[in-house]
């Protein structure tokens, strides 16, 4: 019997530990590197609980230090994607059924390991296997992850509680049912804890989940999984399998009882999973929620009242943290000319300070890593080399990339004089970043500009002191991002405070971080009961 009436969950973001050196949790840290890196991993696909090996694999790779593999990873065939589809719907009945304060427990539990013993863990195989330092691993892998957990759970009870109104003669109620099928998760590589909260959200809620983790964070996510794994989920509630993009798509996509897909990557793999779906519109049980988040062409608007310190700061730390590869991260701004020349002078200093500071990830004082693998690495310099080849732009700063040892390409810095260039319009998800500068009377006219210049409209800020300056940019680019962002840099998004996720082609904009987000994994059902008949 379960009669117990829960009316909330207190939820509190995740502090972020210092690291200081001979800290416990530097120590503990420094320990787990070591362990991995003098480890090698054998990492099966994982179906109904039960480990799979097809002897078809791929390598864990260190970016920054490409000749070191972690381990190796096995990729499921048609086979076993068919297996984790009847393993998922198999599980679905006695999760669902589950009550949901059972569900929410084994995930609160997971937050716990996460911030405790499994905290070293997780940081240091998002340290090695996505190039981060160790403020950004657990910003992401510890912080993050684990407020995704817990804030799941309190916004769950939120959502629970919200019942519709009764009178004398009916008494009506909201059932919150899973969705019917299954839902199909696929994780990118560079937050560990979006790939968590990828298949966390909707299994919380009550559906079963096939992860496809991304082919360049299957460690991580395979600590994750196993981090579920020992705070009690029930075999088959998540199916770990890594696979071919061409075969999940092939196979998952279009089954009959595909009911959900949650997704972080590009716009254009989105696109092309979207146009499958609605080729097969008729051959589902239910419509597919689709939950999206993708690209970005994030921007910086300076006003000329704007503080050029806590900008040109903002600027650096937007663009650069992470080696620009978040997808919040700053990749076009626009300058007032009465401020350039400051500006250039304080950006300058500070690109110069974190370009001595790239390389191994493991030192305390490094502020960038590399860049995930060689592709990525390629098309990077592709744009530097556009920029650097064109009559139209200059690089004055950065622009050296060396892959000899990791995929490492200095913080780079164009100025264009053209606003619709290339490297102002189109994605490049690395560390480059570009600068127009406007007249100062142009402000307005420059606000239309930001505002129609890029088919994203994921993030964005205005630095002004000017009140009605803020307005004015505040309402011009309405659009232009879901999380718009005052006098601070527009990455950093923290999970209950500014929920993410944008819209145009940057996503279906379902917040991730919010009980928004949760509430598409649900099928509400009202049942109206006559209390006189």
């Known amino acids: 019997m379960n009669n117990s009436i829960v009316t909330e969950i207190k939820f509190k973001n995740e502090p972020v530990l210092e690291y200081k050196e001979g800290s416990p949790e530097r120590i503990e840290l420094e320990a787990q590197l070591a362990q991995m890196k003098n480890s090698y991993v054998d990492i099966p696909i994982i179906i109904d609980g039960k480990e799979i090996r097809t002897g078809n694999t791929e390598k864990c790779i260190v970016p920054h230090d490409h000749k070191k593999v972690l381990g190796e990873y096995h990729i499921a065939g048609k086979e076993e994607i068919k297996m984790a589809i009847e393993s998922t719907l198999r599980a679905k009945s006695a999760w669902e059924e589950l009550h949901w304060q059972h569900r929410v427990a084994i995930f609160l539990k997971a937050a716990e390991l996460a911030s405790g013993p499994w905290r070293a863990k997780l940081n240091a195989a998002t340290m090695l296997c996505q190039s981060k330092t160790y403020k950004q691993a657990e910003i992401d ?185 978040k997808c919040s991260a700053v990749s076009r701004v626009y300058i007032p000319r009465s401020l350039w020349p400051d500006v250039k002078e304080r950006l300058l200093q500070l690109a110069e300070k974190i370009r001595g500071k790239m390389g191994d990830i493991e030192k305390r004082s490094t502020f960038m890593g590399a860049v995930i693998n060689a592709d990525a690495f390629d ?62 009377e142009d402000f307005e006219e420059t606000l239309n500009l930001c505002a129609n210049t890029s088919k994203y409209g994921l993030t964005g800020s205005i630095f002004a002191k000017d009140r009605y300056a803020l307005v004015k940019a505040e309402k011009a680019l309405m659009h232009t991002a879901g999380n718009f962002y005052i006098n601070d840099k527009p990455t950093g998004a923290i999970v209950g405070q500014q929920p993410f996720g944008g819209a145009r082609l940057s996503g279906t904009n379902d917040k991730a971080g919010s009980k928004l987000n949760l509430l598409r994994w649900m099928s509400p059902r009202i049942i109206k009961e006559n209390l006189i008949n």
């Open 141 to 325: 892998s510890a912080c993050e992850l684990v407020d995704f957990l817990r804030y799941n759970a309190y916004a769950l009870t939120q959502i629970y509680s919200e019942q519709p109104i009764s009178t004398k003669i009916f008494k009506n109620r909201m059932e919150y049912r899973p969705l019917e099928g299954f839902v199909f998760a696929i994780s990118p590589f560079n937050f560990t804890s979006i790939a968590c909260n990828l298949v966390g959200a909707p299994a919380i809620a009550g559906n079963t989940v096939i992860w496809k983790p991304s082919s360049d964070a299957v460690y991580s996510s395979y600590l994750v999984y196993k981090l579920f794994e020992a705070a009690g989920l029930p075999k088959g509630v998540i199916n770990f399998v890594p696979c071919r993009s061409i075969d999940a798509e092939d196979i998952i996509l279009t089954n009959e009882n595909l009911s959900g897909l949650h997704f972080t990557g590009s716009t254009e793999v989105f696109q092309r999973m979207w146009k499958i779906v609605g080729n097969n519109i008729t051959n589902y049980r239910t419509f597919p929620r689709l939950v999206g988040e993708t690209g970005g062409k994030n921007y910086v608007m300076a006003h000329p009242s704007a503080n050029i310190e806590s900008l040109t700061t903002a600027i650096i730390e937007g663009a650069f943290e992470y080696q620009g590869q």
């Open 379 to 440: 098309r990077i310099v592709s744009y530097i080399e556009f920029a650097r080849n064109s009559s139209e732009a200059e690089i004055i700063f950065g622009g050296n990339y060396d892959d000899s040892v990791g995929y490492f390409i200095e913080p780079t810095i164009i100025l264009t004089q053209n606003p619709k260039f290339k490297t102002m319009e189109e994605e490049i998800f690395g560390p480059v970043l570009t600068i127009y500068i406007y007249e100062d």
